[in-house]
């Protein structure tokens, strides 16, 4: 691949502005990559987003079918930032054409649209990244290290939740998230997916798992005018109904017997975005809070003179941090991860060697989530089925 990469970003909304700003950085905060990325085609179907594409985030145009995007001589690699219902037939189309992409989880409505778009990326040979830009944090990194070089001993057991307030109103909009056809479940694949990729990049494979789910909103506004992420959205006085769960309860069991809970929900008053990961083991335990997310919460060896967690603060000695702030103590924040990703996409797509997060890793979270929802619908453990492909979070 030469090293001048044309990009084509399939749906502007939140995540497809923040691929954008991703593919920007990388020049500045990886230039070792001698990656010139530029930034040639955008696809929405909303105007003004197509002219903001082109006016301010530096596209050389915009087009209104994502078809025309991937047929795009011009465009080698290929964002997937759309809602979830249209992953698939975007992901199949961008394998058709051999064009290696980046798409965000949870990657289709269910896990057969995950395994769908897996198999078409892994038939046609290509390189590809999901968004789970989780992963990226330094102090997440730097927590694999400390947990792979086993300083926490025997891994004990594990705690993970993802409590948010996105949804918490009632007045809030119906979107496409809140319906089994456009988004597929609501917080398992909204933000679970995220937690059990972290789980299983730290520690491992989700093997089986027994869930409880709750819904507790049932009926939104419907918008009068659409808005980006979940803000600026216009209500009109319609409701409409809201079709999946708010809230996730988990337990889990890991490769190798470790327990495991999970829990999620969207509709929590409180947490803004209380993501946390936790993993204790026989000699030391850890744990990260996204709303803290430059911090390590650590506690090495038993028996020390000041028991418990330190705090350490993300520095040089953190993988990624020197990349982005030259003095410890000083916060990265959430577009710095997207800019990882970006780069480590690239650096896959010039190297041929899948060192982002790949398409395996999204179907096998996505397989858990499944998972889920069918312990909760049949009250029973179930297991949860291996995936095929490269997976890279036990790389
Ligand atoms: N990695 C993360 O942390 C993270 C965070 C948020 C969202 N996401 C994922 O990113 C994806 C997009 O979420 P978002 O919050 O950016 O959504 P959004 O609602 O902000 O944006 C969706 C965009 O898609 C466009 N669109 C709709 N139909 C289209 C079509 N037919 N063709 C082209 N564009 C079309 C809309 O006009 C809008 O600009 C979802 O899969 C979501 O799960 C990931």
């Known amino acids: 691949m030469p090293r001048d990469i044309g990009v084509g970003v399939v749906s502007l909304g939140w995540m497809g502005r923040l691929h954008s700003r991703g593919y920007r950085g990388i020049r500045e905060h990886f230039p070792e990559l001698d990656a010139r990325v530029r930034l040639v085609s955008a696809c929405d179907t909303v105007p003004a987003t197509r002219e903001a594409a082109v006016g301010e985030m530096g596209f050389a145009r915009a087009v209104e079918d994502y078809r025309a995007l991937i047929e795009d001589p011009e465009v080698d690699v290929v964002s ?89 109103s009632p007045d809030g909009p119906l979107t496409w998230r ?26 491992g494979r989700v093997e089986s798992v027994m869930a409880n789910t709750g819904q507790f909103i049932t009926e939104r506004p419907i918008p009068a005018k659409v808005g980006v992420g979940h803000s600026g959205y216009e209500l009109s006085d319609e409701k409409g109904p809201v079709e999946n769960e708010d809230y996730l309860g988990m337990l889990a069991r890991l490769d190798g017997g470790i327990p495991a809970s999970f829990e999620a929900s969207r509709v929590a008053v409180g947490p803004r975005a209380e993501y946390v990961v936790e993993v204790y083991g026989s000699e030391g335990s850890l744990r990260w809070n996204f709303e803290f997310m430059n911090d390590l919460e650590l506690c090495l060896g038993r028996g020390n003179e000041f028991p418990g967690y330190t705090r350490v603060m993300a520095g040089a000695n953190f993988p990624h941090f020197s990349r982005f702030q030259p003095s410890p103590g000083t916060s990265m924040g959430y577009d710095d991860m997207k800019t990882i990703e970006a780069a480590q996409f690239i650096e896959s797509v010039l190297t041929g060697r899948q060192i982002a997060p790949s398409v395996a890793d999204c179907w096998s979270a996505a397989e858990v989530n499944e998972a889920a929802l069918r312990s909760a619908a049949l009250g029973i453990w179930q297991p949860v089925p291996e995936v095929s492909g490269l997976l890279t979070y036990d790389a």
């Open 80 to 168: 997937i930032c759309s809602p979830n219902f249209l992953h698939r037939e975007v992901a199949l189309a961008a394998a058709a054409a051999g064009k290696p992409f980046w798409i965000e989880k949870p990657m289709g409505v269910n896990a057969a649209q995950s395994r769908d778009i897996a198999l078409a990326a892994e038939q046609a040979g290509l390189i590809t990244s999901v968004g789970f830009n989780y992963r990226h944090t330094p102090a997440i990194e730097k927590a694999r290290e400390v947990i792979r070089a086993g300083r926490l001993g025997r891994l004990y057991h594990v705690r993970c939740w993802l409590i948010a307030d996105y949804a918490a």
């Open 178 to 203: 809140d319906s089994r056809t456009t988004g597929g479940s609501g917080v398992i694949g909204d933000l679970m997916s995220h937690g059990v990729d972290l789980v299983q990049y730290l520690v």
